[in-house]
């Protein structure tokens, strides 16, 4: 059974920091690349970032792009996302999500077959 679940998501002032920690189990780790994305109220799921399987340069949305960074621990089975000067737009529910050999070219929620169960990030002007 495939299971991805975040942590680390909470309240912080705007400028301020939060990481996030995406833990996997029942999935060969190393096979996926594992993306970000985010859902605000009344919007739709979104990309954040994503982080091939065969590693390289991670691919960035434009909105956070020199924010937010994503590392990912093959040994651990986990996926971060360390997210800086958080603004109050970051606010929203961030889900890691996990596609077989994936690659940065895939940003679309409907291209990743496996997801976590979201963590809320709510940042206070």
């Known amino acids: 059974q495939v299971r991805l679940v975040e942590s680390g998501g909470g309240l912080v002032q705007a400028g301020g920091s939060l990481r996030l920690s995406c833990t996997t189990s029942?999935?060969?780790?190393?096979?996926?690349?594992m993306g970000w994305f985010r859902q605000a109220p009344g919007k739709e799921r979104e990309f954040v970032v994503v982080?091939?399987?065969?590693?390289?340069?991670?691919y960035y949305a434009d909105s956070v792009k020199g924010r937010f960074a994503i590392s990912r621990d093959n040994a651990k089975n986990t996926v971060y996302l360390q997210m800086n000067s958080l603004k109050p737009e970051d606010t929203a529910v961030y889900y890691c999500?996990?596609?077989?050999?994936?690659?940065?070219?895939?940003?679309?929620?409907?291209?990743?077959?496996?997801w976590g169960q979201g963590t809320q990030v709510t940042v206070s002007s």
């Open positions: 029942g999935l060969t780790f190393s096979n996926y690349a």
């Open positions: 999500a996990a596609r077989a050999f994936g690659s940065t070219r895939h940003r679309q929620p409907l291209e990743y077959g496996y």
């Open positions: 982080i091939s399987w065969s590693g390289g340069s991670p």
